[in-house]
């Protein structure tokens, strides 16, 4: 079992950064890939990017493409998104998730951290 804790979350103007982090313990060595998902109110929750647990991002959502960059610190065991170019329609609740070597699902759930984009 994999814990995820996220942090970071907070109330932005539109066209300011964030950075989120997502620390992981447990049974790390298990992980094969991490990924940041969201869900705004009244939408279903969207995949953002996706980053292997060696560091290399996979997938990044055409929505955020170029505005947000997944990173893996790896001594800290932490994913981090970093976020500019803010809009309004990025507000949600983000998720952190990881999946393990013997899933095919993101199995594992942080319990995530509010960004608000404000105009």
């Known amino acids: 079992q994999v814990q995820l804790v996220e942090s970071g979350g907070g109330l932005v103007q539109a066209g300011g950064s964030l950075r989120l982090s997502c620390a992981a313990s447990?049974?790390?060595?298990?992980?094969?890939?991490m990924a940041w998902f969201r869900r705004a109110p009244g939408n279903e929750r969207e995949r953002v990017c996706d980053?292997?647990?060696?560091?290399?991002?996979?997938y990044y959502a055409g929505s955020v493409k170029g505005r947000f960059t997944i990173s893996r610190d790896n001594a800290e065991n932490t994913v981090y998104l970093r976020m500019n170019g803010l809009k309004l329609e990025d507000t949600a609740v983000y998720y952190c998730?990881?999946?393990?070597?013997?899933?095919?699902?993101?199995?594992?759930w942080g319990q995530g951290t509010q960004v608000t984009v404000s105009s």
């Open positions: 980053i292997t647990w060696g560091g290399t991002p996979t």
């Open positions: 447990g049974r790390t060595d298990s992980i094969y890939s």
């Open positions: 998730a990881a999946r393990a070597r013997v899933s095919m699902i993101y199995d594992n």
